[in-house]
Nanobody, 121 residues
Framework: QVQLVESGGGLVQIGGSLRLSCVAS????????MDWYRQAPGKQRELVAR???????NYSDSVKGRFTISRDNAKNTVYLQMNSLKPEDTAVYYC???????????????WGQGTQVTVSS
């Protein structure tokens, strides 16, 4: 099995920065897309940023220019650098990844447990 474990969330003031990390562990052969999603209270979960195995990225319009997604394939880790944070960025942030195991040889989608980000004034 695969575990995705996020860290780095917390309470930050408006305009501040946080860096989220997500480490994938298990019998992993490779990882395709790695994503960050978020879900605010009363709202649907939304895709924030995506990075492919080759490093191509895309972002939601709401975070473009403020957030940066990156990954370290050797460590099976994806990061989300969040700058110029706004109250509307407050949400639980989830890591998502398409993982290929040595035992299956096809991608399976996994979610992390989430990490809370709260932006306050």
């Amino acid at each position: 099995q695969v575990q995705l474990v996020e860290s780095g969330g917390g309470l930050v003031q408006i305009g501040g920065s946080l860096r989220l990390s997500c480490v994938a562990s298990g019998y992993i052969r490779s990882i395709n897309d790695m994503d960050w999603y978020r879900q605010a209270p009363g709202k649907q979960r939304e895709l924030v940023a995506r990075i492919t195995s080759r490093g191509s990225t895309n972002y939601s319009d709401s975070v473009k220019g403020r957030f940066t997604i990156s990954r370290d394939n050797a460590k099976n880790t994806v990061y989300l650098q969040m700058n110029s944070l706004k109250p509307e960025d407050t949400a639980v942030y989830y890591c998502n990844a398409d993982v290929i195991l040595w035992t299956t040889m096809y991608p399976t989608n996994y979610w992390g447990q989430g990490t809370q980000v709260t932006v306050s004034s």
